[in-house]
Structure formats: structure tokens, C-alpha cells
């Protein structure tokens, strides 16, 4: 089994920016890509970025380009997501996910392992 764990949310004025961090445990699925998903109030939860964990290979909603930026720390087994010139429209909770298959997915139903999320909220 696999455990996710984000933290790094919370309140920031629009513009502003917040560092999440997703660290896994258990049986981590290394090779495995992960992704950020959010779902804001009353909406459907909705893909952020993903990356693949050999090479790095990114994949961003049009939303998020040019702002926010997914990386990895192999060694800490941990998934990072900056998020710059955070806008009201990002408020949301963010989770991160796991695949147990190759290759990075925009589809929540691709994803195996939930974290239980992070709470981000941006004021105007």
C-alpha cells in the first residue's frame, strides 16, 4: 500500500505563492508517475500537473501553465508543486496521486493512491 501526504497549504493574498509538498511512504511505486488534482467548492475535481518519476516528464492544465511548476526529490521520495501569481480562481483543495502505470495521465480514474489533500486559499 501506498501512503500520500501533503502539506504546505493555506492562506495567500492573489499574486502571492505556496510550495506543496506530497511525500510518500509504504510501498512507494518509485518508477510510478504522480500527479496534483484540485477541487474547488461546488466544482469537479480537476488535473493540475503530473510528472513521471524516471526523466521528469511534466504535463500542465492550461490553467496552471507559466504559474505553477511539478518537480521531484527522488531521494526524499517527495512531489513538489510551486504555485506563483496565485489567482482567487485557484482556491481549492489540492491532492496528490499515484499511478501504478508508466506514463503521465490528466485522468483522475488513471490514478491508484490519494492523498487525503491540502487546503489552499487565495484571497483577492
Known amino acids: 500500500q501506498v501512503q500520500l501526504v501533503e502539506s504546505g497549504g493555506g492562506l495567500v493574498q492573489a499574486g502571492g505563492s505556496l510550495r506543496l509538498s506530497c511525500a510518500a511512504s509504504g510501498r512507494t511505486f518509485n518508477n510510478y508517475p504522480t500527479g496534483w488534482f484540485r477541487r474547488a467548492p461546488g466544482k469537479e475535481r480537476e488535473f493540475v500537473a503530473a510528472i513521471t518519476w524516471i526523466g521528469g516528464s511534466t504535463s500542465y492544465a492550461d490553467s496552471v501553465k507559466g504559474r505553477f511548476t511539478i518537480s521531484r526529490d527522488i531521494a526524499k521520495n517527495t512531489v513538489y508543486l510551486q504555485m506563483n501569481s496565485l489567482k482567487p480562481e485557484d482556491t481549492a483543495v489540492y491532492y496528490c496521486?499515484?499511478?501504478?502505470?508508466?506514463?503521465?495521465?490528466?485522468?483522475?480514474?488513471?490514478?491508484?493512491?490519494w492523498g487525503q489533500g491540502t487546503q489552499v486559499t487565495v484571497s483577492s
Open positions: 496521486a499515484r499511478r501504478r502505470s508508466a506514463g503521465v495521465s490528466q485522468n483522475e480514474y488513471d490514478y491508484d493512491y
